[in-house]
């Protein structure tokens, strides 16, 4: 009878070591998720071609946004 009640602790174990780790993958997963979602907002769209590129890769001028310098000055020019 202890034999059982010792393999019964050990599945409750097994089962709450097992629920602790889905979770931390979970949250990891979430995390994960949430840091791609913050990228996707921060990607721009070139005012000239349509391109989207990150905004840290981006050129700005006047408000608008660019891929590059020369779209730029296309832009401007037109
Ligand atoms: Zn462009």
């Known amino acids: 009878m202890g034999r059982l009640l010792f393999f019964a ?3 409750v174990l097994v089962f709450w070591a097992l629920r602790t780790y889905v979770r931390g993958v979970k949250k ?3 995390a994960q998720q ?7 907002e921060d990607m721009v769209r ?7 590129l990150p905004r ?8 608008e946004i660019f891929c590059s310098d020369e779209h730029r000055r ?3 020019g037109q």
């Open 9 to 11: 602790l050990i599945a």
């Open 28 to 30: 990891r997963q979430e």
């Open 34 to 40: 949430h840091t791609l979602s913050v990228e996707g």
């Open 46 to 52: 070139c005012v000239h071609c349509g391109v989207h």
């Open 56 to 63: 840290s890769e981006s050129v700005m001028a006047g408000g």
């Open 74 to 76: 296309l832009h401007a």
